[in-house]
C-alpha cells in the first residue's frame, strides 16, 4: 500500500469553539531500517480517531511505538504506509528541556518568540497565565531554581503557548515524584479545562491514563497495533479510588497482561 501524507488541515470554525480539531490515522504503519536485516517495525496498521477537543490517552509496553506515533502526529516522521490527517501539532516530550540561561517566562515566551513576537510582547502574553498555572512570583527563576513539577508547568505553558489545536504529550509526568505527580494530573485537568485543545496523552501509568482521558487507547506489543479502545465514562473530577476508576484501570491492566 503506498504511503499517503496528507495536508495537514486547518481547523475548522467548529472545532477552534471547541478548542482542538479532529485526528485521523488510518493503516499507519511505520518501520526504523536497521544495518541488517528487515528494520524494526515500530507501528502496524494503526488506526485512530480523535474527535476535536477530546483527550486521548495511549498506553502500551514500552517499545510499542508510543513515541514514534506522537512524532507522526507532530509531522516529524512520515509513515511508511497508511495515512496521517492531522492541524498543526506540538509535542511536549519527555524531559522539559527548559534552556538553564532563560528564565523561566522567557523560557515558556519561546515558542512566541519562534513565532516572531517581540521580547516584550511575548513576555506579555506569557506572564497572564503564570498566576492560573501556579507560577506567580517564579517569572525570573532560572529552571534550577525551579522544582520538577514546576519546570514541567513552565514547559508545558511553552507547549500551550505554541497556539497549535492539538498537543501531543509523551510522558509528560514520567519524571516526577509520587506526590507532584498527584498534583500535576490534577494540575494538567484543570488547566485543559479553561484552555481546551485536542490531546493525545502518551503515559506507562494506567491510571493516569483513566483519571485525565476521554478514552483510553491500549497498544500491542512491537509492532504497536490497536488492540482496545476504552471510553471513559466518569464524571470528573476523578478519584484515583474511585470504584468506577478502580475498575477501568484494572480492565487495562488485563488488556495489557499486567493483572495486579
Same mark, same amino acid.
Given at each position: ?9 486547518? $481547523? ?20 526504523? #531500517?536497521? @544495518? ?13 480517531? %480523535? ?9 502500551? $509496553?514500552? =517499545? ?12 516529524? @516522521? ?21 534552556? #538553564?540561561w +532563560?528564565? %523561566? ?63 501531543? +504529550?509523551?510522558?509528560p509526568?514520567? !519524571? ?8 500535576? @494530573?490534577?494540575w ?11 490531546v ?6 494506567? &491510571? ?7 478514552r483510553?487507547?491500549?497498544?500491542? $506489543?512491537? #509492532? ?19 470504584? !468506577?476508576?478502580?475498575?477501568?484501570? &484494572? @480492565?487495562?491492566?488485563?488488556?495489557? =497482561?499486567?493483572?495486579?
Open positions: 500500500m503506498a504511503t499517503e501524507l496528507k495536508p495537514r488541515a486547518q $481547523p475548522s470554525p467548529s472545532d477552534s469553539a471547541r478548542g482542538g480539531a479532529e485526528i485521523i490515522l488510518e493503516g499507519v504503519s511505520r518501520t526504523y #531500517p536497521a @544495518q541488517s536485516g528487515a528494520g524494526v517495525e515500530a507501528l502496524a496498521g494503526v488506526s485512530l480517531r %480523535a474527535r476535536a477537543g477530546e483527550l486521548i490517552a495511549v498506553v502500551g $509496553p514500552s =517499545g510499542c511505538g508510543k513515541s514514534t506515533l506522537l512524532e507522526l502526529l507532530c509531522g516529524l @516522521q512520515s509513515p511508511d504506509r497508511g495515512s496521517v490527517v492531522c492541524p498543526p501539532a506540538v509535542l511536549m516530550p519527555q524531559r522539559d528541556l527548559l534552556l #538553564p +532563560l528564565s %523561566a517566562l522567557d523560557n515558556a515566551a519561546l515558542a512566541l518568540r519562534i513565532a516572531g513576537l517581540s521580547r516584550a510582547r511575548a513576555r506579555e502574553r506569557a506572564a497572564r497565565l503564570f498566576g492560573e498555572l501556579g507560577l506567580d512570583g517564579f517569572e525570573q527563576a532560572r529552571p534550577h531554581e525551579l522544582s520538577g513539577g514546576m519546570r514541567q508547568r513552565v514547559a508545558f505553558l511553552r507547549t500551550l503557548l505554541a497556539g497549535k489545536p492539538i498537543l501531543c +504529550l509523551d510522558e509526568f514520567g !519524571a516526577l515524584d509520587a506526590i507532584t505527580r498527584c498534583e500535576m @494530573q490534577g494538567l485537568a484543570g488547566t485543559l479545562a479553561r484552555e481546551p485543545r485536542t493525545v496523552l502518551v503515559t506507562h501509568d494506567v &491510571e493516569e491514563a483513566v483519571l485525565l482521558a476521554d483510553v487507547v491500549v497498544l500491542s $506489543p512491537r #509492532p504497536g497495533r490497536v488492540i482496545a479502545e476504552l471510553e471513559v465514562e466518569i464524571e470528573r473530577p476523578r478519584v484515583r479510588t474511585g470504584t !468506577a476508576v478502580v475498575a477501568l484501570r &484494572e @480492565q487495562a491492566l488485563r488488556m495489557l =497482561g499486567m493483572e495486579r
